[in-house]
């Protein structure tokens, strides 16, 4: 059977995939709403459509089918577009990995051997790795976690493909580890900074001496204990670690290393021993903290000469730029260029300014110093828009806009809007449709200035060329100008002649236009 004059209505997937996979099956449906109820006939195909066979039993308003083919379907004999099914197949799901039966602490290596193209999601069996218990990559790696001891300990990892039609197939396989042992190392003073462990002295009297004692849970199967202290003083080295241990440390910050071993394998934790006491900072206000957009104010850092190493100060400013971070020492000043007006943003209780402040800190303290208020106003960059264009024909409008802002600025505590003014040369020749130009008064101080509107609509009714003058000014920041030069041409008047008005078919005739 072959088919001619198929109908624009479809065939929709009721439910599953025209994409199968394997085991999967579709069913189709005829997108009609044809009352009463119409006959149905579906129909395959094997050859692309060459020809078309009755499917027998097929005689209702869905199929389904597990078999790739075309189908189309007859409804009331009229025949809608066919679809394709096509199978496909599952991905041949497969990985290797190395090294194998090692410390945990060793990275094992996964390589995917994948066929088909495919997207991955690992699971390493290792819960205890938290969000790194699964990876999307084609070929990860993973440092397993577990649990400590010393004996060895399996991970079952398994690796699901999906390829890009949405079939899926798995594969899981053991990965074997050696336990660590569990190393925990505890101190004088402990305490968390910038998310690391510190043992700390902050009485700030030089050098001073830290008590440090062992916390491990595995002590049954610990062999060696060491601590590196990181000053330079011999190692602490036992097979037993019992009782708590004293050592000395310089002033500032000295990275300590806590390390056991077992009969497998060894482990490492780092620590850190700080010495010195809360941090001192001082933000000198510089004066003249009332600017305009795009200056720069300097600010004198003080009062950190007896701060110690390992201290760092962070530099904030409330204007949306980005935190600058010093290490002690830090430089004696720090200058900023103020891009944006205060307008609108609060300080403590300044209204409409910005502040600056300085934090220094270390693992004992943080202190702040800040300077506020700072006020930033709007420095004027005049600029304005011409709708429809700045050529024109006698007894058109253009709409002027201004496109350069409020050109707001700051009278403590309150923000206002600076002022525009809008002149066209020569004075006549045009007529205001909408807006008011405002008035300088002659004045170059936008104190005395009357503000006219944003936007003006002109109606140039005389031929000639003028300019427009824009002028944007606040009482703090003084004011900017911009002018574009507008060209009004006369209106066309159309007019032709003919060599002949009347005559015998067939007429030559011959136009002659002007304006």
């Known amino acids: 059977m072959s088919l001619v004059g198929v109908n624009a209505q479809t065939i929709v997937v009721q439910s599953g995939s025209l994409n199968l996979c394997p085991g999967q099956s579709v069913t189709l449906k005829a997108d009609n709403t044809i009352t009463p109820t119409p006959t149905y006939q579906w129909l395959s ?36 577009t066919y679809v394709t099914v096509t199978s496909n197949p599952k991905p041949d799901v497969g990985f290797t990995f190395s090294p194998t039966n090692q410390c945990s602490n060793v990275p094992v290596n996964f390589s995917n051997t994948t066929t088909v193209p495919s997207t991955y999601t690992w699971n390493f069996g290792d819960v ?33 493909a999906t390829s890009n039609v949405g079939c899926k197939d798995s594969i899981t396989k053991t990965v074997t580890t050696k336990q660590l042992p569990h190393i925990k190392l505890g101190g004088s003073n402990e305490s968390i900074y910038n998310g690391s462990t510190f043992f700390r002295d902050c009485s700030m009297g030089g050098s001073a001496s830290l008590t440090f004692i062992n916390q491990s849970n ?20 036992s097979t037993n670690f019992p009782t708590p241990i004293n050592h000395s440390f310089p002033l500032g910050t000295t990275t300590v290393l806590y390390i056991i071993s077992n009969s497998n394998c060894t482990d ?51 204007d949306g730029s980005a ?19 205060s307008c609108g943003t609060n300080s403590g209780t300044y209204n409409n300014s910005f502040s600056a402040t300085i934090t220094a800190s270390n693992p004992c303290l943080t202190s702040t110093a800040s300077v506020v208020p700072i006020y930033v106003s709007q420095k004027p960059n005049a600029s304005f828009s011409i709708t429809p264009k700045d050529t024109i024909c006698k007894n058109s409008n253009i709409t002027f806009t201004n496109t350069s802002g409020n050109n707001s600025y700051v009278n403590a505590p309150n923000c206002s809007d600076g002022k525009v003014v809008w002149e066209i040369t020569p004075a006549t020749g045009w ?10 008064y002659s004045s ?48 066309p008047t159309a007019s032709f002649s003919l060599s002949n008005t009347s005559g015998c078919s067939p007429l030559v005739v011959t136009a002659n236009g002007s304006t």
Do not use: E, R
């Open 45 to 80: 195909s094997s050859n692309n459509g060459t020809t078309w066979d009755t499917i027998p039993t097929a005689t209702n308003q869905t199929y389904t089918t597990s078999t790739a083919m075309l189908y189309a379907v007859l409804v009331n004999s009229t025949q809608y």
């Open 128 to 160: 205890n790795s938290t969000s790194n218990n699964t990876a999307t990559a084609t070929n990860p790696s993973h440092i397993f976690i577990g649990t400590t001891g010393n004996a060895t300990q399996n991970f079952s990892v398994k690796l699901v």
């Open 218 to 237: 595995s002590n049954s199967t610990n062999t060696n204990y060491k601590i590196v202290w990181g000053d330079g003083s011999p190692d602490y080295t």
């Open 268 to 318: 490492t934790a780092t620590y850190y021993a700080f010495i010195g006491s809360n941090p001192a900072v001082g933000f000198v206000n510089p004066g003249n903290s009332t600017i305009c957009t795009n200056s720069s104010l300097t600010f004198p850092i003080s009062n950190v000469a007896s701060n110690s190493l390992g201290t760092t100060y962070t530099v904030t400013f409330n």
């Open 323 to 341: 935190p600058v971070t010093f290490s002690h020492p830090p430089p004696s000043d720090v200058s900023h260029l103020f891009t944006t007006t």
């Open 431 to 440: 007529t205001i449709n909408n807006g008011n130009l405002g008035n300088t």
């Open 444 to 491: 170059a101080d936008p104190n005395f200035w009357v503000s006219g509107t944003a936007s003006i609509s002109i109606n140039f009714n005389t031929v000639g060329t003028y300019s427009v003058k824009f002028k944007a000014g606040n009482p703090v920041c003084g004011m900017d100008s911009s002018i574009k030069v507008i060209c009004v041409n006369p209106t």
